[in-house]
């Protein structure tokens, strides 16, 4: 049972899928009932995902046993900070290591564009997230962001550009 991550396009089919799947199962989280398929189309409208491409940011999809599983994305903010977003994983896929390895490839992403940190926002129903992030080097810190449905805020230092991953 093996992940594989790769860079790839958000408005490709599985990438699209993948970015459904997560708008609905956050929206229907924070409305407490699932969401409806104009819903989904509204929350994505607009959404920034123009971003997620070189040389602004990275998108990258997760396949679990050849099944597109897991996203995350990376917007780069300026030459030294980014921001992490889209991080998910198919409820089925949950506790198999993908969510660990998509912000890997996030964070290998950042080291080589000169990212020295890296921040993000949630909410405190996406439980299953935060707890990913602390596990994985993310501190709770200070709003860095007004936005509607951040509650959460965290941040990881990459060490300085050209550090080895991990350091």
């Not at 900070?81 to 390895?101: D, I, Q, S």
């Not at 949630?122 to 200070?142: F, I, M, Q, W």
Request: overall charge negative; glycine content about 14%; aromatic content about 8%.
């Amino acid at each position: 049972m093996t992940w594989i991550i790769a860079a790839e396009r958000p408005d490709t089919p599985d990438a699209t899928t993948l970015r459904r799947d997560y708008y609905g199962e956050v929206a229907g989280r924070y409305w407490h009932r699932p969401a409806t398929e104009r819903e989904i189309d509204e929350g994505l409208t607009d959404d920034g995902t123009g971003l997620l491409v070189p040389p602004t940011g990275a998108f990258f999809v997760g396949r679990y046993e050849g099944k597109p599983s897991g996203c995350a994305g990376l917007v780069l903010l300026n030459g030294e900070l980014a921001e992490l977003t889209r991080v998910f994983v198919r409820p089925e896929a949950r506790g198999t290591g993908g969510g660990g390895l998509l912000l890997a490839a996030v964070e290998a992403a950042a080291r080589a564009y000169g990212v020295r940190r890296i921040q993000l926002d949630t909410r405190n129903d996406l439980v299953e997230a935060r707890g990913l992030y602390v596990k994985h080097g993310y501190r709770e810190a200070p709003a860095h962001n007004a936005k509607q449905y951040a509650e959460h805020w965290y941040v990881k230092d990459l060490g300085p550009v050209g550090a080895p991953v991990g350091s």
